[in-house]
């Protein structure tokens, strides 16, 4: 069975700073792992993907990830974060099932709160 | 982008009584997902729905649960009767393939009274 952990459940940074969000996993296979940004009132919106290669990947709005296999982490960073990322992020895992639909297996998500 | 619609966007029913929640998804996509998010907690996966018919389901799809998609027109989570553990909030997703991004609605938030 596969499970994904987000330790912090809020996160509170200020504008301008750097972010990292941590992110693990567990599973036994080769990981898809997404991040996912709820904004209030919003359905969740996908900042970005890791499915293989290069194990830095670049998603929306500066944001980047990057997988370790070694660690079992797909941690999120951005380098100067903005009032407006002000949001629910979402560390998702997929067991990636080609034999049929698939199944997401969701962290309980981190809050982020921008202080100005 | 693509978006992914949910109505109704909130509602309020007694126990007991039957609630259907409507998804209407990106227009080209063949899968289909539901989750449901208790409030303060992890966002878990109901069911998935491909071809016309349920591909997988998890513990929390309990008897009273089903879904359909008649005609290509909403994908529908009917709860037939409610109970008090049901209030949550319940996202709709569509991909196009079985790995690809899924998209998802807003949320319809259900309160079982």
């Known amino acids: 069975a596969q499970s994904v952990t987000q330790p912090d459940a809020r996160v509170t940074v200020s504008e301008g700073a750097s972010l990292q969000l941590r992110c693990k996993y567990s599973?036994?296979?080769?990981?898809?792992l997404f991040w996912y940004v709820q904004y209030p009132r919003q359905g969740l919106q996908l900042l970005l993907k890791y499915y293989s290669g290069d194990p830095v990947v670049q998603g929306v709005n500066g944001f980047e990830a990057e997988f370790s296999k070694s660690n079992s982490s797909f941690h999120l960073r951005k380098a100067s974060v903005h009032w407006s990322d002000s949001a629910v992020y979402f560390c998702v895992l997929s067991a990636g099932n080609t034999e049929g639909a698939d199944r997401l297996t969701f962290g309980k998500g981190t809050q982020l709160i921008i202080q100005p | 982008g693509p978006k992914v619609l949910q109505i109704p966007s909130h509602q309020i029913i007694d126990m007991g009584q039957m609630v259907t929640l409507n998804c209407d998804p990106v227009?080209?996509?063949?899968?289909f997902y539901w989750y449901k998010q208790i409030l303060g907690q992890q966002m878990e996966f109901l069911v998935n729905?491909?071809?016309?018919?349920?591909?997988?389901k998890s513990k929390l799809f309990k008897d009273q649960f089903s879904v359909e998609r008649p005609d290509g027109s909403y994908f529908t989570l009917k709860i037939q009767p409610t109970a008090l553990e049901d209030s949550a909030v319940y996202f709709c997703?569509?991909?196009?393939?079985?790995?690809?991004?899924?998209?998802f609605g807003e949320g319809s938030k259900l309160t079982v009274l």
């Open positions: 729905f491909y071809n016309g018919k349920v591909m997988e």
């Open positions: 997703a569509s991909s196009l393939v079985v790995t690809g991004q899924l998209y």
């Open positions: 227009s080209n996509h063949l899968y």
């Open positions: 599973y036994s296979g080769t990981p898809y």
